[in-house]
């Protein structure tokens, strides 16, 4: 079992950056695939990023060049940087993962956080 503990949302301007972290339990977070989803208001759950045990990276088009995702397995952490934000960025955040390679359906992913809410007026 593996329990998924985002934060650093909040409010930003657009053009301004956030950091989001998502801690996860457990001693074999190396050997997981872990994704960033959002979801804003009566719209679908999307990918944003992903990043599979071995360092393989994916991003949905719309964040290329302005998130980046990374991870470090010795403090059981994900992070997504965004940088140049943009009202279209609102949604609230989710970390996922699961046990094989990353992939961007969101049906594949066995754990799920609780979420994180990103703001960004214009």
């Known amino acids: 079992q593996v329990q998924l503990v985002e934060s650093g949302g909040g409010l930003m301007q657009a053009g301004g950056s956030l950091r989001l972290s998502c801690a996860a339990s457990?001693?074999?977070?190396?050997?997981?695939?872990m994704a960033w989803f959002r979801q804003a208001p009566g719209k679908e759950r999307d990918p944003v990023a992903a990043i599979s045990w071995s360092g393989n990276i994916y991003y949905a088009d719309s964040v290329k060049g302005r998130f980046t995702i990374s991870r470090d397995n010795a403090k059981n952490t994900v992070f997504l940087q965004m940088n140049s934000l943009k009202p279209e960025d609102t949604a609230v955040y989710y970390c996922?993962?699961?046990?094989?390679?990353?992939?961007?359906?969101?049906?594949?992913?066995?754990?799920w956080g609780q979420g994180t809410q990103v703001t960004v007026s214009s």
């Open positions: 996922a993962a699961r046990i094989r390679s990353a992939v961007t359906s969101p049906d594949l992913y066995d754990y």
């Open positions: 457990g001693r074999t977070f190396s050997s997981y695939a």
